[in-house]
């Protein structure tokens, strides 16, 4: 359930986001924060929140995380300002910091080796058949009710989760002898939001601009102290021992890879669909069903098999599946039909999906059940700050690719008052013609950017693919039995 509401939050707030951006008249720096302040806190906090739930209690820590995430859907539907949005996903991303390490925690204490592939494949597939509700449900309530309604919606099944967490998890061992330094987290939080700044408002910079200057010492040194404080100090937030396990640690490099290229694809392939191709909320989010659904109905048979085959032909064909997808995607015309202009693609990223997820986050728990909040935290900061980093990087790709090719375009007229993301206006002032040749210019940038970001990610797929392929150990083929 946990893994579900969240994918539901984030299906959600991807179709929601041009209408809420015509309802507060936010630009693409303010939209960008209202995904990445929440993955910050998420990025920072998560490794953290893996040891505080070893030191104080899974359950405890679990079931506190489902409260403020549902108290961060109530006030994300109750924003009369972006900024109160914003503020708002970040108390979501709270949340999540405490349910998300917890839940795969749950799994590596409550599940043996043998079990474990197949119990995550069930954690995946529970939270992509709530991504399907997500799509389907999200883009309808968005369309038809508003943008607001599956905030609450959300926060309603956060309560049956809590019900739920209440009677049915068991009480796990607390590691008392954990000892926090929450001052080693702040550094890196530090760290990250002047990156975010840097990369959030690039466009806007020049190298000798104080801010740029600021924010750059403010990363640097974030990520620096971060970084002494974990080689020096006795009890770092990522345990030394998790650092020798080979499989652990590539599979939080692929996980990084991977997970980036997922984040553009449901936040900027969603946007472009009702932005370049004037899909509706409801039909965006039909659109994109192919890759959840097939993760919903696959992940939890798959995962018995990577079992006993081990993880690492799982994670290259699925990497590589996934990259001629994105392919795919990249050359996309101006005018489409789904069948078979995008159906195919993403057909090949759900199979990627598909055989990718669950095995990279078996490969990315600890064989030290001692250890296993801490492994778990590890990879869910892994994947938020590679979440984090897709929002940023690949929004300032696709801006600058449409900046470019509208600089390139002989027809210039009204362009300066046209918005990259999301209910642009074509000027009233001009005629017919002009009107039509300036949609028309719009439309063949927004085409453009999007061919640049989906290849960015084909490679980082195929990338995932070299590397899995050359440092992923074959194990010995185990007994289904």
């Known amino acids: 359930m946990v ?43 998560t490794m953290i929140s893996g040891a505080v739930s070893d030191k104080y209690g899974i ?59 197949r119990a995550t494949g069930i954690w995946v597939g529970i939270g992509a058949f709530f991504g399907v509700a997500g799509l389907l449900f999200g883009g309808y309530m968005v369309e038809y009710w508003g943008w607001r309604i599956p905030f609450f919606c959300i926060a309603g099944l956060s309560a049956f989760t809590l019900i739920l967490a209440m009677l049915q998890i068991p009480n796990i061992e607390a590691n008392s002898s954990i000892r926090l330094v929450p001052f080693h987290a702040l550094t890196l939080a530090i760290g990250l939001l002047g990156i975010s700044y840097i990369l959030i408002y690039f466009s806007d910079f020049d190298w000798q601009d104080l801010r740029f200057i600021t924010a750059s010492l403010i990363g640097f040194f974030g990520i620096l102290a971060f970084i002494y404080f974990q080689s020096t100090l006795k009890s770092p937030l990522i345990p030394k021992a998790i650092l020798q396990e080979n499989e652990l640690i590539w599979s939080n490099i692929l996980t990084f890879l991977f997970y980036f290229t997922l984040n553009g694809l449901y936040i900027y392939a969603i946007l472009n ?164 040749n300036l949609e028309q210019v719009i439309i063949s940038a927004l085409n453009h950017g999007f061919k640049i970001i989906m290849l960015v990610s084909a490679g980082l797929a195929f990338l995932a693919t070299v590397l899995s392929f050359f440092f992923l150990k074959s194990p010995t083929i185990k007994s289904l039995d």
């Open 273 to 436: 669909f009702q932005d370049q191709y004037h899909f509706s909320p409801s039909e965006a989010g039909l659109a994109m069903l192919p890759p959840s659904l097939m993760v919903a109905l696959f992940a939890s048979p798959l995962g018995k098999y990577s079992d006993r085959y081990g993880i690492k032909w799982f994670i290259v064909f699925g990497s590589f599946f996934a990259g001629i997808g994105f392919l795919g995607l990249a050359y996309l015309n101006t005018s489409i039909h789904y069948f078979p202009d995008l159906l195919l693609p993403l057909i090949l990223i759900g199979l990627g999906m598909v055989l990718f997820v669950a095995p990279v986050t078996k490969g990315a728990m600890s064989k030290h059940k001692r250890n296993a909040g801490a492994a778990s935290g590890l990879n869910n900061t892994i994947a938020r700050i590679s979440g984090l980093f897709a929002v940023a990087i690949l929004g300032l790709i696709w801006s600058r690719g449409y900046e470019y090719q509208i600089e390139l375009s002989e027809n210039m007229i009204g362009i300066d008052s046209v918005k990259i993301f999301g209910n642009y206006e074509i000027p009233s002032n001009l005629n017919l013609i002009e009107q039509q």
């Open 59 to 117: 359950k405890k820590i679990f079931i506190s995380g489902i409260i403020i995430f549902a108290l961060g859907c109530i006030c994300s539907g109750l924003s009369t300002r972006i900024e109160f949005l914003i503020y708002s996903q970040g108390l979501c991303g709270l949340g999540v910091v405490l349910m998300g390490p917890c839940s795969l925690a749950i799994i590596n204490s409550c599940f043996e080796d043998d079990e474990k592939s």
């Open 3 to 45: 893994s579900g509401i969240t994918a539901i939050l984030g299906r959600v707030l991807s179709i929601a986001i041009p209408a809420i951006q015509k309802d507060f008249q936010a630009d693409i720096m303010e939209i960008q924060w209202v995904f990445n302040l929440g993955l910050i806190v998420i990025a920072v906090f």
